[in-house]
T-cell receptor, first 113, second 111 residues
Framework: DAGITQSPRHKVTETGTPVTLRCHQT?????MYWYRQDPGHGLRLIHY???????DKGEVSDGYSVSRSKTEDFLLTLESATSSQTSVYFC????????????FGSGTRLTVV | GQQLNQSPQSMFIQEGEDVSMNCTSS?????WLWYKQDPGEGPVLLIA?????ELTSNGRLTAQFGITRKDSFLNISASIPSDVGIYFC???????????FGKGTRLSVIA
């Protein structure tokens, strides 16, 4: 959807380097989420936000941090990338939380070598 | 956290065939959502279900909210090549919490 964009779409980085992925929305939705998708695991929640400066951890938050200083931007940082963080990362937005579904971005494919 | 179990994991069908897949949980869900993911894209919401026993259609797709509230079903009639993708079930564990997703059913359609 045009209302949510992720950048970059693809990235290759070296083990031990910090990496920041960006999610930008133009829908003014309150809720934003970061998931990772891996074969055999489906989509797993990393972190989420229910407003500016309000964030919480998900199921697989170790090694990740997030920030939300503006409604439209939700940043995911891998503090020191590891090969186990090679994955496809999806951002999602929602007006009223999980109950009414999300709109997903197109994803960022991250490879850690 | 809660897990949603989807079956089958994958299926290969002939164009024109009907498809059935399901999603189960060990605990009650009050909302069931079905998503489809095309290759290289993010998942897209297909159908949302909010009431036990509810049957909802979206074109050739029909989904049902199981009466026990621990399962949901998705049927696709007369499959076509563009139905190829991964289908996910999802729901919030409680209230308006973040969605939990199943591992997906990968559908391949043979023309």
């Amino acid at each position: 959807d045009a209302g949510i964009t992720q950048s970059p779409r693809h990235k290759v980085t070296e083990t031990g380097t910090p990496v920041t992925l960006r999610c930008h929305q133009t829908e003014n939705h309150r809720y934003m989420y970061w998931y990772r998708q891996d074969p055999g695991h489906g989509l797993r929640l990393i972190h989420y936000s229910y407003g500016v400066k309000d964030t919480d951890k998900g199921e697989v938050s170790d090694g990740y941090s997030v920030s939300r200083s503006k409604t439209e931007d939700f940043l995911l940082t891998l503090e020191s990338a590891t090969s186990s963080q090679t994955s496809v990362y999806f951002c999602a937005i929602s007006v009223q939380g999980g109950n009414y579904g999300y709109t997903f971005g197109s994803g960022t494919r991250l490879t850690v070598v | 956290g809660q897990q949603l179990n989807q079956s089958p994991q994958s299926m290969f069908i002939q164009e024109g065939e009907d498809v059935s897949m399901n999603c189960t949980s060990s605990s009650i869900f009050n909302t069931w959502l079905w998503y489809k993911q095309d290759p290289g894209e993010g998942p897209v919401l297909l159908i949302a279900l909010y009431k036990a026993g509810e049957l909802t259609s979206n074109g050739r797709l029909t989904a049902q909210f199981g009466i026990t509230r621990k399962d949901s079903f998705l049927n696709i009639s007369a499959s076509i090549p563009s139905d190829v993708g991964i289908y996910f079930c999802a729901g919030p564990e409680s209230g308006n919490t973040p969605l939990v997703f199943g591992k997906g059913t990968r559908l391949s359609v043979i023309a």
